[in-house]
């Protein structure tokens, strides 16, 4: 069964989700904001829009203005998360790399010219990735296992 056919609205006139005048606009929001309230599915029809773009109508009791504002805010979300993912995986790279630069008997001065910094600022960003990997989040961050 799709979700679709699991929907509160199945049944419902689509001209409530999809009104002809701007004059109905409100009273048929109103109405079609009711039947999304309760719908089991509500998240599923929200998601289906979402990925197909669609301009048009309220689907998971939203209009295309708030579905454009939630796409433009995961778009931020994502950058956000691709940045600290990015950052994690450095973390965990600078932990390996400094155990294999230890045994080569680099000193902390070395090591950190290798990473183009200071002793000073190395030192911290070491701190900071050995806090990461020893919190086991290393692990999601594709360094476990």
């Not at 049944?11 to 002809?20: C, G, R």
């Not at 009273?27 to 039947?35: K, N, S």
């Not at 902390?108 to 183009?116: I, L, P, Q, W």
Request: net charge positive; glycine share 8%.
């Amino acid at each position: 069964m799709t979700w679709q056919e699991k929907a509160a609205c199945r049944d419902a006139d689509p001209n409530l989700f999809f009104p002809d005048s701007e004059k109905a606009t409100a009273e048929y929001r109103q109405t079609a904001e009711r039947y999304c309230a309760g719908c089991p599915v509500k998240a599923d029809c929200l998601a289906d829009a979402m990925r197909r773009g669609d301009p048009h109508g309220l689907w998971g009791g939203m209009d295309p203005e708030q579905r454009a504002a939630l796409a433009r805010q995961q778009g931020k979300t994502m950058q956000i998360l691709r940045k600290e993912d990015r950052v994690n995986r450095e973390r965990v790279e600078l932990v390996q790399n400094v155990k294999d630069w230890r045994q080569r008997g680099l000193s902390s001065a070395d090591m950190a010219a290798r990473c183009g910094v200071s002793k000073d600022v190395f030192e911290k960003r070491l701190e900071r990735a050995r806090r990461y990997v020893a919190t086991g989040h290393a692990y999601l961050a594709g360094g476990g296992g």
